[in-house]
């Protein structure tokens, strides 16, 4: 199948990164297709709550910006993860509003979803992950996996394993 990854972190070589590249890393030696988009770097317009996409858009956002991108690979995605940085209890402001733009289409047609989340401390994922899981449930789709990981010494074997296990697990 082929797989979406947003990574949220605006840090192209940050925890985040590392952590994406290493779960691709086993989804492609299961022989899975991936696509990671650096959403953090992405210039993306939190949605205007405007109604153009539910009126005279059609479904498309009347905002023209890097939000495209992501809007094109969803169209053959199977599989949507959503990774990010933590940042003050949450996703990343770029995430937030690459997510709030999901309201174009409405609802994501993808059935799987997955989680990636990197923070500093342990403990600050209640908000993350409880958004994650009501968009997927609304969504009518199903978490895979969830991952969470803290501290100054992310980008080690035990986590990359972890991850690439997930990749390769994936059906
Ligand atoms: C603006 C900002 C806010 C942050 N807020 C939190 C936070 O609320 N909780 C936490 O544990 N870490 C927080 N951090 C630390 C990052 O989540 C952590 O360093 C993470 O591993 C960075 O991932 P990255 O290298 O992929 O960007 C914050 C970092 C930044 C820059």
């Known amino acids: ?12 070589n940050g925890n985040t990164a ?9 989804a492609r030696q299961a022989g899975h297709e991936t696509e990671t988009l650096n959403v953090g770097k992405m210039k993306i317009g939190a949605c205007l709550a405007c109604e153009y996409c539910h009126g005279k858009g059609a479904g498309k956002c009347v905002q023209n910006d890097d939000m495209n991108k992501i809007y094109e690979a969803l169209e053959t995605a199977d ?5 990010s940085a933590v940042h003050y209890w949450s996703f990343t402001g770029q995430m937030q509003s690459a997510i709030t733009r999901f309201y174009a289409p409405h609802k994501l047609k993808q059935k799987k979803y997955a989680l990636i989340l990197s923070s500093g401390s342990p403990d600050v994922y209640d908000a993350p992950i409880s958004q994650f ?5 609304y969504f009518g789709g199903k978490a895979e996996g ?26």
Do not use: H, Y
Not at 3 to 10: E, H
């Open 146 to 171: 969830e991952f969470t990981f803290n501290g100054f010494d992310q980008k080690n074997e035990k986590n990359f394993e972890r991850l690439r296990n997930f990749g390769r697990s994936l059906k």
């Open 79 to 83: 599989m949507v993860v959503i990774a």
């Open 1 to 12: 199948m082929k797989i979406l990854v947003l990574n949220g972190s605006p840090r192209l």
């Open 18 to 26: 590392a952590l994406c590249e290493a779960f691709c890393e086993g």
């Open 133 to 137: 899981e009501s968009i997927v449930n």
